[in-house]
């Protein structure tokens, strides 16, 4: 068949990655959320949010700055987890990140569209909760369109996508700088600092908030096989990328503190468009509007380049279904994966955002992020003589940053998000049994015949 001659373009090089990764990461979420991260701390101490998943970003990337120059495959997590485990359950925990990524992924990709929709509804204040999910629904099949393409045509959009998103956060820096007011950004209600539970539970809510906001420095590692040089561009990509970021978001969001009280703050759903409008009036304020909505665009298709190459990468392995290893064979991308993912997002694009948010996260933390730090360590241990191109620094005390915070942030998301998750962990193994059996897979291959 002319797809077994078919290949992956490598047409991606370190400002493709660098773009991809932080188009991915400043989506809709700063915008957006920023007020539910001020709501759940109850004042400016929500910045001590941001600084917990600043910490948390910096130290799990390096754990997969190590996994991804170590560990080469198109696939990303799936390939890091199916190899660490290898000696142990690599087939069931790389089969388990799949059946959690069917959920996760396209979650959060619908969240951009719906978050992003939601700002629009400054323009057209008479949409409804309806229009606005018709208009997700409709975007996600425009960004299938959209991909339908080479992999250099999808990097030349992505960059695009990402120097319009650096205009709009140089913007909001900008009108925050020029009407600052200190007094606003250090109006800390009386007790506001506390080790009592309820202070725990906010600063848990904030933080998984916030490391909502910061996913996506991982984007271009789903991609290996579509990179140029990965051995170079990967660590760099991944560093420069959460560092870059970070940073942006703390600079951005103490100034939007001290543009107006934090109970204002609070209250907004579209908060740069508010404040645009308070200062410049309405014309300014729409125009933000757009750079905003453009911007969480660059996330969603940063998103959907990257998660689309999942199933692929399973279906080649022989965990999924065998259709989706196709690759397109004038385009040469997996475009049966690609519709499946887009698919799937589209539809996640109907639900409530509060959902899709919690459940984002809550349906990813155990396999993949606390999965990856465990599986960094049995690397280490089980083969020390693999090729490490980048090496975590000052190892271990990184990914024990990462394992606690990641934790943390998985018992505060509440029981229904940890019920969600843990069901769905549950469900899948029942099918990773089921697919076993029937294959001769771990743990029934020692029934097989010699």
Same mark, same amino acid.
């Given at each position: 068949?002319?797809?077994?001659?078919?290949?992956?373009?490598?047409?991606?090089?370190?400002?493709?990655?660098?773009?991809?990764?932080?188009?991915?990461?400043?989506?809709?979420?700063?915008?957006?959320?920023?007020?539910?991260?001020?709501?759940?701390?109850?004042?400016?101490?929500?910045?001590?949010?941001?600084?917990?998943?600043?910490?948390?970003?910096?130290?799990?990337?390096?754990?997969?700055?190590?996994?991804?120059?170590?560990?080469?495959?198109?696939?990303?997590?799936?390939?890091?987890?199916?190899?660490?485990?290898?000696?142990?359950?690599?087939?069931?925990?790389?089969?388990?990140?799949?059946?959690?990524?069917?959920?996760?992924?396209?979650?959060?990709?619908?969240?951009?569209?719906?978050?992003?929709?939601?700002?629009?509804?400054?323009?057209?204040?008479?949409?409804?909760?309806?229009?606005?999910?018709?208009?997700?629904?409709?975007?996600?099949?425009?960004?299938?369109?959209?991909?339908?393409?080479?992999? $250099?045509?999808?990097?030349? *959009?992505?960059? !695009?996508?990402?120097?319009?998103?650096?205009? &709009?956060? #140089?913007?909001? =820096?900008? %009108?925050?700088?020029?009407?600052?007011?200190?007094?606003?950004?250090?109006?800390?209600?009386?007790?506001?600092?506390?080790?009592?539970?309820?202070?725990?539970?906010?600063?848990?809510?904030?933080?998984?908030?916030?490391?909502?906001?910061?996913?996506?420095?991982?984007?271009?590692?789903?991609?290996?096989?579509?990179?140029?040089?990965?051995?170079?561009?990967?660590?760099?990509?991944?560093?420069?990328?959460?560092?870059?970021?970070?940073?942006?978001?703390?600079?951005?969001?103490?100034?939007?503190?001290?543009?107006?009280?934090?109970?204002?703050?609070? $209250?907004?759903?579209?908060? *740069?468009?508010? !404040?645009?409008?308070?200062?410049?009036?309405? &014309?300014? #304020?729409?125009? =933000?509007? %757009?750079?905003?909505?453009?911007?969480?665009?660059?996330?969603?298709?940063?998103?959907?380049?990257?998660?689309?190459?999942?199933?692929?990468?399973?279906?080649?392995?022989?965990?999924?279904?065998?259709?989706?290893?196709?690759?397109?064979?004038?385009?040469?991308?997996?475009?049966?994966?690609?519709?499946?993912?887009?698919?799937?997002?589209?539809?996640?694009?109907?639900?409530?955002?509060?959902?899709?948010?919690?459940?984002?996260?809550?349906?990813?933390?155990?396999?993949?992020?606390?999965?990856?730090?465990?599986?960094?360590?049995?690397?280490?241990?089980?083969?020390?003589?693999?090729?490490?191109?980048?090496?975590?620094?000052?190892?271990?005390?990184?990914?024990?940053?990462?394992?606690?915070?990641?934790?943390?942030?998985?018992?505060?998301?509440?029981?229904?998000?940890?019920?969600?998750?843990?069901?769905?962990?549950?469900?899948?193994?029942?099918?990773?049994?089921?697919?076993?059996?029937?294959?001769?897979?771990?743990?029934?291959?020692?029934?097989?015949?010699?």
């Amino acid at each position: 068949m002319s797809n077994n001659k078919s290949h992956l373009d490598r047409g991606l090089g370190l400002l493709h990655a660098t773009a991809s990764n932080m188009a991915t990461m400043v989506g809709i979420g700063p915008f957006i959320t920023f007020p539910l991260i001020v709501s759940a701390m109850g004042g400016p101490q929500a910045m001590l949010g941001w600084v917990a998943g600043a910490v948390i970003a910096i130290s799990d990337g390096q754990v997969w700055a190590e996994l991804s120059t170590s560990l080469r495959g198109e696939g990303g997590s799936y390939v890091y987890l199916r190899e660490a485990y290898k000696k142990y359950f690599g087939k069931l925990i790389a089969f388990l990140f799949i059946w959690s990524f069917l959920l996760s992924g396209p979650l959060e990709i619908a969240s951009g569209y719906v978050g992003m929709v939601h700002y629009i509804s400054f323009i057209w204040p008479a949409l409804t909760e309806t229009h606005i999910r018709l208009l997700a629904f409709t975007t996600g099949i425009f960004t299938i369109v959209l991909h339908y393409n080479r992999i $250099k045509f999808v990097g030349a *959009i992505t960059i !695009i996508l990402w120097i319009i998103m650096l205009i &709009t956060v #140089a913007l909001t =820096i900008f %009108v925050g700088i020029t009407h600052f007011n200190p007094h606003n950004a250090f109006d800390f209600p009386d007790n506001w600092f506390s080790f009592s539970w309820g202070f725990l539970m906010g600063l848990g809510g904030s933080t998984l908030i916030a490391m909502y906001d910061l996913l996506g420095y991982y984007n271009i590692c789903y991609v290996e096989e579509e990179v140029k040089n990965p051995e170079y561009v990967f660590p760099r990509a991944i560093i420069w990328s959460v560092v870059g970021v970070t940073l942006l978001y703390a600079v951005m969001n103490f100034l939007v503190l001290g543009v107006l009280p934090w109970q204002e703050v609070a $209250k907004s759903t579209h908060i *740069i468009s508010d !404040i645009f409008n308070k200062f410049y009036g309405n &014309t300014f #304020a729409i125009v =933000i509007t %757009v750079l905003v909505a453009f911007t969480a665009y660059g996330s969603i298709y940063s998103l959907m380049m990257s998660y689309s190459r999942l199933p692929f990468a399973a279906a080649r392995d022989g965990f999924f279904f065998d259709w989706l290893k196709a690759i397109h064979p004038e385009k040469h991308f997996p475009h049966y994966s690609l519709l499946l993912v887009g698919g799937i997002t589209c539809i996640a694009s109907l639900l409530d955002l509060g959902f899709i948010i919690a459940a984002t996260l809550s349906s990813r933390i155990l396999i993949q992020f606390l999965g990856q730090i465990i599986g960094l360590t049995l690397l280490r241990k089980d083969n020390p003589e693999l090729k490490r191109p980048f090496k975590m620094w000052l190892y271990p005390i990184p990914s024990i940053i990462a394992f606690i915070g990641f934790s943390f942030i998985f018992i505060s998301s509440g029981i229904e998000a940890i019920s969600l998750g843990l069901i769905w962990i549950a469900i899948g193994t029942g099918f990773y049994l089921l697919w076993a059996k029937h294959n001769m897979e771990w743990p029934f291959q020692f029934n097989k015949s010699s």
